[in-house]
C-alpha cells in the first residue's frame, strides 16, 4: 500500500474512534478525539457532531455552527481531492474518490441543516444545496456500484417481492440510474472522476478500510439523497423536475439498506436514515401496505447498531419507538425510563432530549397528563428548540387534569417565550399555530365573560390533544384509552356530538354536557371535536361512526374561522379510513384482500380523491401544512406499495 494510503487508512481509523465515542453517548470523548486529529475526516467528526446536536435540538444557533464546521470539511475535502489528482490508483476505484466521498457527505449534511426548519423556505434552500451534490453522488454511484445493488447484502434476512427495491431508475435495469436531463446548476456541480466504461463485479471490502468506505458512503450519500428529495413537501417536489432529477424511493431504500450492513460511520448513519424513515412512515402515514415487514426491518437494523453501542440514546430510542409502533405503549415508556436512567452516558444532551421527547408524547398518549407534563417542561432544561410549545403542551395537560391555575401560569409564559424566539429567529410554525389559538381562547374568554382573564377557563379541548393530532398521538394507542378520550370530548362541548356511537352514548348517560346560559361553543371547537372524536372512534374499531364524525369535521370547514387546517386533515384521516376498513373487512373475509380486488380498486381511487382534496387545502397559509403535506405523501407511497401486493398497475 503507497504511504499516501496508509496515511488515509490510519486517518480514518482514528476519526473512527471518534464516531464509536458518539454513537456511544458520550459526546465529550468524541469531541476530544476528533481535536486529536487535522485530517478532514477529523473535520467531518466535528461538523458530524454540531450537526445532530443541531438536528436532534432544533436549535438555529447549533444550525449556524454545524454549517460552519461542515463547510471547513468540505474545504477540506476538495484540497485533498486536488491533491490526489494526479496519484496513481491504488484501490479498485480512482485516486481520489474517498475525498470526493467526503466532500459529497459535508454538500449533503449542510443540505440537511436548512430542511430541519419545516418550513418552505427552508425545503427550498434543502433543495438548492441538495442539487450541489446531484452529479457527483450520480457519477460516484456509477463507479462503485455499476451493475447496481442486487449483489449487495442488507441487515434484513430477507426481503418480500412486494416491497423489493428497485434498482431500475432509467430504461436499463442493470444500470446505475442517469438522470432524465442535465440539472439547472449542473455546471456549478462537475465530478473530477470519470465514469468506467465497463461494469465490474461487486467489491468486497475489508471492515474499517478505506474501501469499505468508498463503498458503504456511497450507498447512503446516494440512497439518503434520493430519499430525502421524496420526502420533500409536493409543491418543493414540483421544483425538482426543473432542476432535472427524478426521485427513487425504492432504490433509496436499497442503497441505505446496503450501506447499514457495513460496518463503518456511514453504516451506522444508513441505519439511523433507515430507522428513522421507518418510524416516521409507522407514525405519520396512517396506514401501512405490510406494517409487519416495516417492523421486521426495522427490529433488524436496531438489534445490530444496539449490540454494538448498548448505551447509544439513538438506538434506545427506536427500541421505544418500536415498542409504541407495535401497540405497547407501557413497555415503551419503561425502555425510555431505563435509558434516561443514571449511571449511563450523559454527555450527549440533545441525544437524551429525544429520549425525553418521546416518553412526553408515550405519557400523554397513555393520558398520564401529570408525568407528561413534567416531561415536557424538562425539554426545556435539554434545549431552547420552543419553549412556548412545551409550555404551551403542558398546559394543556394540566387542562386534562382540571388544574387551571397552574395551566394559566404556564400559558402566562408562553407569548415572552415567543417574542424572545422571534428576535432570535423566526417563528417556528407551531408557534405561529399557538399565537392564534391563544388569541381565541382569549376572544372567546372576553366574549362570554367581558374580560380576557383566567382565558384558561374558557378551553374546552386540551391543546396538548390537538397538538397531537398533527403527530399522529391517538391511532397509536390501546382501545381503553381511546374510550377514555371519546368519553371527555363527547362531553366537553355543548350541542353534544349528534352521532349515536355506544361510546358516546355511554359518556352521555354519565355525563350531559351543560349548558347553562352559554350559546352553543364555538364551530371551531365543534370541528376539531369532530376530528378527535372520528380518530379515536376509528381506533377503537368503530369504522362506521368514524366516518360520520370525520365528514362532519369536513362539512364544518365553511364554518371555522382560526383553525383552517381541520378540513385537510379530516380528509386526510378519512382517505387512511377507507384504507383500514377495506384491510379489515378483506382480511376478515375467505380468500382475504387478494380476492376483492375490484373492492380494493374502488378503495384506492376514493382514498386518493381525498388526498388530493386535502392536499388542495393545505396551503402555505394553513397552520403545520408542510406537515399534512409530507403525510400525504407518505399515503401515496403506502398505496402504491398495496396495489404492488395485490399485482395491480401502480
Known amino acids: 500500500m503507497a504511504d499516501s494510503q496508509l496515511d488515509t487508512q490510519q486517518q480514518l481509523r482514528a476519526a473512527t474512534v471518534g464516531f464509536d465515542h458518539l454513537f456511544a453517548n458520550d459526546l465529550t470523548k468524541a469531541r476530544d478525539t476528533f481535536a486529536g486529529g ?45 491533491l490526489t489528482k494526479s496519484s496513481s490508483q491504488t484501490t479498485p476505484f480512482p485516486a481520489g474518490t474517498e475525498w470526493e466521498l467526503l466532500h459529497s457527505d459535508s454538500v449533503i449534511l449542510l443540505g440537511l441543516t436548512h430542511a430541519l426548519s419545516e418550513s418552505y ?12 451534490a446531484h452529479s457527483k453522488y450520480t457519477k460516484l454511484y456509477k463507479i462503485v456500484f455499476p451493475s447496481g445493488l442486487d449483489y449487495y447484502s442488507t441487515p434484513a434476512a430477507s426481503i418480500p417481492s412486494s416491497r423489493a427495491a428497485s434498482i431500475r431508475s432509467g430504461l436499463d435495469g442493470t444500470s446505475a440510474p ?73 432504490l433509496a431504500l436499497r442503497a441505505l439498506a446496503v450501506s447499514a450492513a457495513k460496518t463503518d460511520v456511514h453504516a451506522v448513519f444508513a441505519g439511523l436514515a ?62 425510555l425510563q431505563e435509558g434516561l436512567a443514571p449511571g449511563l452516558p450523559h454527555t450527549f444532551a440533545q441525544a437524551d432530549g429525544l429520549l425525553i421527547f ?32 412545551y409550555h404551551f403542551i403542558a398546559a394543556g395537560c394540566y387542562i386534562s387534569l382540571k388544574d387551571y391555575e397552574q395551566a394559566q401560569k404556564l400559558l402566562d409564559k408562553v407569548p415572552e417565550f415567543i417574542e424572545k424566539r422571534k428576535i ?56 381503553q384509552s381511546a374510550v ?43 370541528a376539531i371535536r369532530s376530528l378527535l372524536l372520528g380518530i379515536v372512534h376509528r381506533t377503537a374499531g368503530d369504522f362506521a361512526s368514524s366516518r360520520t364524525l370525520l365528514q362532519d369535521a369536513v362539512a364544518r370547514q365553511s364554518t371555522v374561522q382560526v383553525s383552517t387546517w381541520v378540513g385537510g386533515v379530516a380528509l386526510f384521516e378519512l382517505a387512511v379510513l377507507d ?22 380498486t374502488r378503495t384506492f381511487k376514493a382514498a386518493l380523491e381525498k388526498l388530493d382534496k386535502a392536499l388542495s387545502l393545505a396551503t402555505q397559509q394553513v397552520d403545520l401544512s408542510s406537515r399534512l403535506d409530507s403525510r400525504i405523501a407518505m399515503l401515496k407511497d403506502e398505496i402504491v406499495l398495496k396495489k404492488e401486493m395485490l399485482g395491480l398497475t401502480a
Open 178 to 250: 442517469k438522470p432524465t436531463r442535465s440539472g439547472f446548476f449542473s455546471r456549478f456541480t462537475g465530478s473530477t472522476l470519470s465514469v468506467p466504461s465497463t461494469p465490474q463485479i461487486p467489491i468486497g471490502a475489508a471492515d474499517g478500510s478505506v474501501d469499505e468506505f468508498i463503498l458503504s458512503g456511497t450507498a447512503f450519500g446516494y440512497g439518503l439523497f434520493n430519499l430525502v428529495f421524496s420526502l420533500l413537501p409536493a409543491k418543493i417536489r414540483g421544483v425538482v423536475g426543473f432542476l432535472g432529477f427524478n426521485h427513487d424511493r425504492k
Open 424 to 479: 432570535g429567529g423566526k417563528e417556528l410554525p407551531t408557534e405561529v399555530f399557538i399565537k392564534k389559538k391563544l388569541a381565541f381562547y382569549k376572544e372567546k374568554q372576553k366574549n362570554l365573560t367581558g374580560s380576557e382573564a383566567d382565558y384558561v377557563r374558557a378551553v374546552k379541548i386540551s391543546p396538548a390533544e390537538e397538538l397531537a393530532i398533527f403527530w399522529n398521538t391517538h391511532t397509536r394507542i390501546t382501545k
Open 274 to 335: 433507515l430507522m428513522t424513515y421507518h418510524g416516521v412512515v409507522l407514525l405519520l402515514a396512517g396506514y401501512q401496505a405490510d406494517e409487519e415487514h416495516i417492523l421486521r426491518q426495522y427490529r433488524s437494523i436496531v438489534d445490530k447498531l444496539e449490540v454494538r453501542y448498548p448505551t447509544g440514546s439513538l438506538w434506545i430510542l427506536n427500541r421505544a419507538k418500536i415498542l409504541r409502533m407495535s401497540y405497547d405503549p407501557d413497555g415503551a415508556i419503561k425502555v
Open 121 to 132: 423556505m427552508g425545503y427550498l434552500q434543502c433543495l438548492y444545496a441538495m442539487n450541489s
Open 38 to 82: 487535522d485530517s478532514p475526516f477529523h473535520a467531518m467528526g466535528h461538523g458530524v457532531c454540531a450537526f445532530l446536536e443541531a438536528a436532534l435540538a432544533m436549535e438555529t444557533g447549533l444550525m449556524a455552527e454545524a454549517s460552519r464546521l461542515l463547510t471547513a470539511c468540505e474545504a477540506g475535502a476538495k484540497n485533498q481531492l486536488k
Open 358 to 389: 418521546e416518553l412526553a408524547w408515550t405519557l400523554l398518549s397513555q393520558r398520564r397528563y401529570q408525568e407528561a407534563a413534567e416531561a415536557f417542561i424538562r425539554m426545556t432544561e435539554i434545549n431552547s428548540w420552543s419553549h412556548a410549545t
Open 484 to 526: 377514555d378520550h371519546i368519553e371527555d370530548w363527547a362531553t366537553c362541548l355543548y350541542p353534544p356530538p349528534e352521532v349515536e356511537s355506544e361510546y358516546i352514548v355511554a359518556a352521555l348517560e354519565k355525563q350531559q354536557p351543560a349548558a347553562g346560559d352559554q350559546k352553543a361553543d364555538t364551530p371551531d371547537e365543534l
Open 579 to 600: 384504507l383500514k376498513e377495506m384491510e379489515a373487512s378483506g382480511s376478515a373475509k375467505e380468500g382475504g384482500p387478494m380476492a376483492h380486488i375490484d373492492a380494493w
